[in-house]
């Protein structure tokens, strides 16, 4: 079964706007990390932002945020006044408790465009 | 602080030769991942090491494939004989403490490997 969901299509955004990446997962284990990735052109992995399931909060890093919604089991991503350089495939995973696997999803396009 | 390192970062080969991918992660990292990425199946686990341990290689397609780790500092991912198929990006990662669910996995630039 497919643990995470990410089901948009690619998005053009438009340069210093905002754009919201939307990730729902699936899990009975009540211990989990969710976690955003991102992957330019150039094919490297990069660690955005981690939200833990017992946190109160939503995470922030900068211009990145965390809109975790634990009753929908959605961790979505905001990116904040959007760059060029934020042009990219953008990955939701999770990891359970006792589980060696970070599960990852299909992944988010994002274009930025002047 | 260095981040993981990978070697080569790109291999071209011939089906049935040997392919052997190289990885070095984060100094004070206790855990190892190998994943590899493909259009049709997205990033899946390989195999994964604590404490320089195989723990989990559920995720290794078959026999043709073999991973090892010496010691801390080094790991490798080896393909004996390589096919078409096992063209992919393939990815290290390490983290802190791999057992823990909270601990990020910090990725290594990948090997792109092409197999003719």
């Known amino acids: 079964a497919q643990k995470i969901t990410q089901t948009q299509p690619g998005m053009f955004v438009q340069e210093k706007e905002a754009v919201t990446l939307d990730c729902t997962y699936d899990?009975?284990?009540?211990?989990?990390?969710l976690f955003w990735y991102k992957q330019p052109s150039s094919g490297e992995m990069i660690f955005l932002i981690y939200?833990?399931?017992?946190?109160?909060q939503n995470a922030t890093e900068g211009r990145y945020s965390l809109n975790f919604q634990k009753a929908r089991k959605s961790a979505n991503l905001v990116i904040s006044a959007s760059q060029l350089g934020d042009s990219a495939m953008y990955f939701c995973a999770m990891r359970e408790l006792g589980n060696n696997r970070l599960a990852f999803g299909k992944g988010n396009q994002v274009v930025v465009i002047p | 602080d260095a981040g993981v390192i990978q070697s080569p970062r790109h291999e071209v080969t011939e089906m049935g030769q040997e392919v052997t991918l190289r990885c070095k992660p984060i100094s004070g990292h206790n855990s190892l991942f190998w994943y590899r990425q493909t259009m049709m199946r997205g990033l899946e686990l390989l195999i994964y090491f604590n404490n320089n341990v195989p723990i989990d290689d559920s995720g290794m397609p078959e026999d043709r494939f073999s991973a090892k780790m010496p010691n801390a500092s080094f790991s490798t991912l080896k393909i004996q004989p390589s096919e078409p198929r096992d063209s992919a990006v393939y990815f290290c990662?390490?983290?802190?403490?791999?057992?823990?669910?909270?601990?990020?996995?910090?990725f290594g630039p990948g090997t792109r490997l092409l197999v003719l």
């Open positions: 990662a390490s983290s802190g403490r791999g057992s823990a669910y909270q601990e990020t996995q910090y």
């Open positions: 899990t009975s284990d009540p211990s989990y990390g």
């Open positions: 939200q833990g399931s017992y946190d109160q």
